[in-house]
């Protein structure tokens, strides 16, 4: 299985795992293969205060240094994440449908009716209607994948208070409830299950677009607050919502267009917040940076919603990226714009090696080739 990067995070991160394995799935089905067993295996089965482990949840990380076995650090095994367990989940289905395998899916079949009853309990669709995390003092202050201090932020780059619905979870537990549908249906002989999933999906689709969707922007928000209140900054997170399905055509095709506008795309991939709101800076690590594994989401869900020349655009961008530096895509890359800088400014910080970064070509080809 995929280990998520180096120097930094050469370890299992649920999150990269299975991010890893889905954009190689078409090419080395072994990834996946071999990752979903081990995320299983690292589940939690109880509530742990401390590493915010729930029944059902998908480990964020695990770590065996000393840090981690003195408890000076939570990440010894760590669940800080609200997305690794509905990516789980999507990973099970799509390598079930592209591979064949069903027998995994029945050995899974625990396993996964354990990380729908997360995302569904404990996970918050049930109560608030959405994925929710709250703020983890001794781990991680955000638990999406932009889980640096002060990432989820308005256009004015005030932060978010309270726990937090970001919009991107929201769209893997969409397309999570929709794939384990489809194998409760045609795998695990439950319709049951089956229909209950589907309309869950179903609900969460017309709530989303009525509570995230920003008319005068014509966009959707990155997150909401505590209060229910809209995170209005511009980010690359909208992409993610494309690549999971979850806006109708009209939505998705808006939503795909601004994300190619010069403040979204620098001319080497988009920006995780566009250029020109408060919160924008290009040397930081969530809120101006451009991203591989983002910009590889962003590709499959403009392909999806019909966008090719869109997707052509920005695997063309990364593409280029690349070719600087010895066919080599980074973890993060600095978001100036590629007409006044003509090479990527590398970010200072980033991981040299990184699984999604390296397996973001092969989500590009599938996105441009339709595979």
Not at 55 to 63: L, M, S
Not at 220 to 235: I, K, S
Not at 284 to 290: A, D, F, Q
Not at 341 to 361: D, F, I, N
């Amino acid at each position: 299985m995929p280990g998520a990067g180096v120097p930094w995070f050469l370890t299992l991160r649920g999150r990269d795992a299975a991010l890893t394995s889905l954009f190689a799935l078409p090419y080395v089905p072994r990834l996946a293969a071999a990752t979903l067993p081990a995320l299983a295996a690292t589940q939690a089965t109880q509530a742990v205060r401390g590493a915010v482990a729930q029944p059902g949840k998908i480990v964020h990380e695990v770590r065996h240094g000393e840090l981690a076995h003195f408890g000076q650090v939570p990440f010894g095994r760590y669940y800080g994440s609200v997305d690794a367990t509905p990516l789980f989940l999507v990973l099970l289905g799509a390598y079930t449908e592209q591979a064949g395998d069903t027998a995994l899916a029945r050995r899974l079949e625990p396993a996964a009716r354990a990380a729908v009853g997360w995302v569904l309990d404990h996970g918050g669709l049930t109560s608030r209607g959405y994925l929710v995390y709250r703020a983890d003092r001794g781990g991680l202050a955000h638990q999406n994948w932009k889980d640096s201090p002060g990432a989820i932020c308005s256009a004015d780059g005030s932060e978010a208070s309270g726990p937090v619905m970001a919009a991107g979870a929201q769209g893997y537990a969409y397309d999570a409830l929709c794939r384990t549908a489809w194998l409760a249906r045609t795998v695990w002989d439950d319709p049951v299950y089956a229909d209950l999933l589907a309309q869950a999906a179903a609900d969460l689709r017309d709530r989303f677009q009525r509570d995230f969707w920003m008319p005068g922007q014509n966009f959707p928000a990155l997150a909401l607050d505590g209060e229910g209140h809209q995170v209005d900054a511009l980010a690359s997170d909208a992409g993610h919502l494309l690549w999971s399905g979850l806006l109708d055509k009209e939505y998705g095709e808006a939503v795909g267009r601004r994300l190619l506008e010069p403040d979204f795309f620098s001319g080497w991939g988009v920006r995780t917040v566009a250029a020109g709101q408060p919160a924008f800076h290009p040397l930081s690590y969530h809120r101006g940076s451009v991203w591989p594994h983002d910009n590889a989401l962003i590709a499959l869900g403009l392909a999806r919603y019909g966008l090719h020349d869109e997707a052509r655009t920005v695997a063309r961008g990364l593409v280029a990226a690349a070719t600087t530096t010895d066919g080599r895509l980074p973890e993060v890359l600095a978001g100036y714009d590629k007409g006044a800088y003509p090479v990527p400014v590398p970010y200072p910080h980033a991981c040299a090696l990184e699984s999604k970064s390296a397996a973001a070509p092969l989500a590009l080809l599938t996105a441009v080739s339709g595979a």
